[in-house]
């Protein structure tokens, strides 16, 4: 099987695994796969550095989800949303989930591919929606927002003497910038709720793929196995694994000393069955890793990258590593 087989007929593949595998590579690579098939392609990439907050950032959802400029004016500018917009778990990988929500749904694409962080960021990535829909469900958020009886005279009154110190030395109103931020939030939480449900659809979608990317290494290996379980456990659709860096199992060298013969140099015959050996006992170690993954996936073909000569970092590199997955 290769890649043109696991992904016909998906709108959105999205590639998980460990880092340093080559996963953003194998990414542009099957999209590079599937334009040249002459479908309209798009890759998107969560981050999870702090710079897409600035990039792709959840002021633009709340610039999507505030009814008008001023809601949206008045909750960007909160001191408190500023600080919470960086704090929530999983904030920013929900909102470029979000983003591929948006492309999805305007649909000027035949399909998206989305490179993913590492897997154990997969926890933050495949739980983001239902962890931000419990933060805009818990219990002490809805009282801050409504407060009613007891909760009512708490808020209003131990609050105005907690908030009230650092008023007076700092001058900054935390009362004032707390009640503000709620006011405006509240408005917005069934938009992000229903964004969040839509989300969580589109994960689940059949025309939805995950694949799994790695490396032949044990760490790598050991995060693949743990992606796919944390994929088996969402009940999310699995299309298959992709091994990058693999070395081949080559055929046994010639006798060193017909090889010392052939070359007239004794001494570099030596050195040439020496890495010869040695190479196969890294394709030995790669066949192992490749059948543990067979029998933890489930995945009985995957489809594998050979090590290529040096980085790939230009076109010509992917080409090399999509002529490999679409073989």
Same mark, same amino acid.
């Given at each position: 099987m290769n890649v043109a087989d696991i992904i016909a007929g998906k709108r959105i593949v999205?590639?998980?695994?460990?880092?340093?595998?080559?996963?953003?590579?194998?990414?542009?690579?099957?999209?590079?796969?599937?334009?040249?098939?002459g479908r309209k392609v798009a890759v998107v990439t969560i981050d999870p550095a702090k710079r897409l907050?600035?990039?792709?950032?959840?002021?633009?959802?709340?610039?999507?989800?505030?009814?008008?400029? +001023? +809601?949206?004016?008045e909750v960007l500018a909160n001191r408190i949303y500023q600080e919470? +917009?960086? @704090?929530?778990?999983?904030?920013?990988?929900?909102?470029?989930?979000?983003?591929?929500?948006?492309?999805?749904?305007?649909?000027?694409?035949?399909?998206i591919v989305l490179d993913t962080p590492p897997s154990r960021n997969a926890l933050d990535f495949l739980d983001a929606p239902d962890r931000l829909t419990? $933060? $805009?469900?818990?219990?002490?958020?809805?009282?801050?927002?409504?407060?009613?009886?007891?909760?009512?005279k708490v808020v209003g009154r131990g609050t105005s003497v907690v908030f009230g110190v650092?008023?007076?030395?700092?001058?900054?109103?935390?009362?004032?910038?707390?009640s503000v931020f709620f006011r405006s939030l509240g408005g917005l939480i069934d938009g992000?709720?229903?964004?969040?449900?839509?989300?969580? /659809?589109?994960?689940? /979608?059949?025309?939805?793929?995950?694949?799994?990317?790695? +490396?032949?290494? =044990?760490?790598p290996v050991e995060e693949a196995i743990f992606f796919r379980n944390k994929l088996r456990d969402a009940g999310l659709p699995f299309g298959g694994l992709i091994v990058n860096r693999?070395?081949?199992?080559?055929?046994?060298?010639?006798?060193?000393?017909?090889?010392?013969?052939?070359?007239?140099?004794? =001494?570099?015959?030596?050195?040439?069955?020496?890495?010869?050996d040695e190479?196969?006992?890294?394709?030995? =170690? /790669?066949?192992? @890793?490749?059948? =543990?993954?067979?029998?933890?996936?489930? /995945?009985?073909?995957?489809?594998l990258v050979p090590l290529l000569e040096g980085d790939v970092h230009d076109v010509d590199g992917l080409v090399a590593v999509h002529a490999h997955l679409f073989a």
């Open positions: 999205i590639c998980g695994g460990s880092g340093g595998v080559g996963k953003t590579t194998v990414s542009a690579a099957i999209a590079m796969g599937a334009a040249a098939r907050a600035n990039s792709l950032g959840l002021d633009e959802l709340i610039g999507r989800l505030a009814p008008d400029d +001023s +809601s949206r004016d919470l +917009s960086g @704090a929530v778990a999983g904030s920013q990988e929900f909102t470029a989930i979000a983003k591929l929500y948006e492309l999805d749904r305007e649909g000027g694409f035949d399909a419990g $933060f $805009f469900e818990g219990r002490a958020l809805r009282v801050l927002l409504a407060p009613t009886g007891l909760a009512a650092p008023k007076r030395v700092t001058g900054v109103d935390l009362l004032q910038d707390l992000f709720k229903e964004r969040t449900k839509g989300v969580k /659809d589109l994960l689940a /979608d059949p025309a939805t793929t995950f694949l799994v990317v790695t +490396s032949p290494e =044990r760490e693999v070395q081949p199992f080559g055929t046994e060298p010639a006798d060193e000393d017909e090889l010392a013969r052939e070359l007239g140099d004794a =001494r570099l015959a030596a050195k040439v069955v020496k890495t010869w190479t196969r006992v890294l394709a030995g =170690r /790669d066949q192992a @890793a490749i059948k =543990r993954l067979k029998a933890q996936t489930g /995945d009985s073909e995957p489809v």
